[in-house]
């Protein structure tokens, strides 16, 4: 199964938005709504953001939300600070065979 | 709070087996699956295998089928990963994860994550 494709970058001034696609297929992606995006920070445990495409866990700022059209699933950061620079990365169920698969990665630099 | 605490760093050479482990606190252990993903330097992230600590049940991912083997004690609250036969693209970071939702009902997202070990593999 081939790793969900991210565009390698990301940047944006504080207080801007920046917006993350995750590009998959009709058999992780297109097929599911189990979308979930996760920030990972240097020497941190990663960190759930969205859930189910758009849902966000409890404690997560509503500057974060996530949205999906055919095979390809949005992360949108509004309002930038200067925590939000670290990588993230976008993943789907599968089906029972796959599972569960990943992302390639997005650095979001905050300039 | 739920916690997973994962053991140090390791360093091993190409062939050898590494048994990584991840401690659980916070909630009732046997209710949510644990997963493993690992990401090697400069790489995305890669799904490697579930355990369910109810009963024992794995699933791995067919990359790492036959190489990698999960295991749990109940009585410690604690999951563990062994990889063998290890390559220098086997280095990376191995993190556990816990899934939410519970027995019967997963909710197929990771709602928390273990500190990351890191494993060096080479001669």
């Known amino acids: 199964q081939s790793a969900l494709t991210q565009p390698p970058s990301a940047s944006g001034s504080p207080g801007q938005s920046v917006t993350i696609s995750c590009t998959g297929s009709s058999s992780d992606v297109g097929g599911y709504s189990y979308v979930s995006w996760y920030q990972l920070h240097p020497g941190r445990a990663p960190k759930l953001i969205i859930y189910e495409v758009t849902k966000r866990p409890s404690g997560v700022p509503d500057r974060f939300s996530g949205s999906k059209s055919g095979n390809t699933a949005s992360l949108t950061v509004s309002g930038l600070q200067a925590e939000d620079e670290a990588d993230y990365y976008c993943s789907s169920y599968a089906g029972s065979n796959t599972h569960y698969v990943f992302g390639t990665g997005t650095k979001v630099t905050v300039l | 709070q739920v916690q997973l605490v994962q053991s140090g760093a390791e360093v091993k050479e190409p062939g050898a087996s590494v048994k990584l482990s991840c401690k659980a606190s916070g909630y009732t252990f046997t209710t949510n699956y644990v997963h493993w993903v690992r990401q090697a330097p400069g790489q995305g992230l890669d799904w490697m295998a579930l355990i369910v600590p109810s009963d024992g049940y794995t699933i791995y991912a067919q990359s790492f089928q036959g190489r990698v083997t999960l295991t749990r004690d109940t009585s410690t609250r604690t999951v563990y990963m062994e990889l063998s036969s290890l390559r220098s693209d086997d280095t990376a970071f191995y993190y556990c994860?816990?899934?939410?939702?519970?027995?019967?009902?997963?909710?197929?997202?990771?709602?928390?994550w273990g500190q990351g070990t890191l494993v060096t593999v080479s001669s």
């Open positions: 994860a816990r899934e939410a939702g519970g027995i019967g009902a997963p909710a197929k997202r990771f709602d928390y």
